[in-house]
Nanobody, 125 residues
Framework: QVQLEESGGGLVQAGGSLRLSCAAS????????LAWFRRAPGKEREFVSG????????FGGESWEGRFTISTNTEKTMLYLQMNDLRPEDTAAYYC??????????????????WGQGTQVTVSS
């Protein structure tokens, strides 16, 4: 089992920045990719970005115009999402997820075995 706990969400004005964190504990050595997803009110859950726990390959991120950057610590027990130039449309609950599966496409949420409870990001205009 892997436990994931997000933090760092909050209310920010448009153009501001936030850094989300996710603490991973338990049997983290079996994970292949750590990722961020988000779900805005009334919308489907959306892949934000993922990073390999073996090496530092990054998946996704092209949709965010360079505003979001995913990273981890050396031990791969902390996952971060630096979000800059936030916009009202970025308002969503942000979730940390981990998968033990190998895949060609890590944007599919059904691949992920473990999920955090989420942290709310609200961007005011």
């Amino acid at each position: 089992q892997v436990q994931l706990e997000e933090s760092g969400g909050g209310l920010v004005q448009a153009g501001g920045s936030l850094r989300l964190s996710c603490a991973a504990s338990g049997r983290t050595y079996g994970t292949r990719v750590l990722a961020w997803f988000r779900r805005a009110p009334g919308k489907e859950r959306e892949f934000v970005s993922g990073i390999s726990t073996i090496g530092d390959s990054v998946f996704g991120g092209e949709s965010w115009e360079g505003r979001f950057t995913i990273s981890t610590n050396t031990e791969k027990t902390m996952l971060y999402l630096q979000m800059n130039d936030l916009r009202p449309e970025d308002t969503a609950a942000y979730y940390c997820a981990a998968t033990t599966y190998h895949a060609e496409d890590y944007s599919y949420d059904g691949l992920y075995d473990y999920w955090g409870q989420g942290t709310q990001v609200t961007v005011s205009s």
